[in-house]
């Protein structure tokens, strides 16, 4: 089935700058990928998705690249704020694209 | 709209015992799944349905049954606890299928002693 890795597993920023984290996947087959965002004792929440298409969406300060040759995607968020703090979690569809296989997420901490 | 309710909140079993949590949406979405959370290991999926009457096996199914005799509930069974099934649980939907917004429900904390 889908592999899906995400790096690095916590990533720490100072408040204004950029943050990128990157997953890759194994099946070729697959043809969405979206980002859902999980604060502390909160539900994850999608944030941003891109679809096999396209190699970028942009929505205010994040974005996601996808590049298919090597199989991997990325979230940039741009001038992170505090409230950016959060587990990020990226997921590709498998199986048919009737699932999603979630990576193990990334601990995002904004320092002010 | 209520969005994807999820209950109980938290529940303790002993190992052996058998429990259902209940999964409910009001958005008449037809795609919902089940995730368990445990530390470290992301969203792992146990079970998901495409609509009523039709389920199928997820990542992690062993030890737990679903049905979904209406499009609004989804409940997930747990045959005979096992302390490895101490985990956060989470039921989500969506309209139609995975490449859309999964709405999550609040998750329902279970701990297996």
């Known amino acids: 089935g889908e592999n899906v890795e995400q790096h690095p597993s916590t990533l720490s920023v100072q408040e204004g700058d950029s943050a990128v984290i990157k997953c890759t996947y194994s099946d070729s087959a697959s043809n969405y990928f979206p980002w859902y965002k999980q604060e502390l004792g909160k539900r994850p929440q999608l944030i941003i998705d891109i679809r096999s298409n396209v190699g970028l969406n942009k929505d205010q300060r994040i974005a996601v690249t996808l590049n298919k040759t090597a199989k991997h995607f990325s979230l940039h968020i741009t001038e992170t704020q505090p409230e950016d703090s959060a587990v990020y979690f990226c997921a590709a569809t498998s199986g048919g694209n009737n699932r999603l296989a979630f990576g193990k997420g990334n601990q995002v901490v904004v320092i002010p | 709209n209520a969005g994807v309710t999820q209950t109980p909140k938290f529940q303790v079993l002993k190992t052996g015992q058998s429990m259902t949590l209940q999964c409910a949406q009001d958005m008449n979405h037809e795609y919902m799944s089940w995730y368990r959370q445990d530390p470290g290991m992301g969203l792992r999926l146990i079970h998901y349905s495409v609509g009523a009457g039709i389920t199928d096996q997820g990542e992690v199914p062993n030890g737990y049954n679903v049905s979904r005799s209406t499009t609004e509930d989804f409940p997930l069974r747990l045959l005979s606890a096992a302390p490895s099934q101490t985990s956060v649980y989470f039921c989500?939907?969506?309209?139609?299928?995975?490449?859309?917004?999964?709405?999550f429900g609040p998750g329902t904390r279970l701990l297996v002693l």
């Open positions: 989500a939907s969506s309209g139609s299928g995975v490449q859309e917004t999964q709405y």
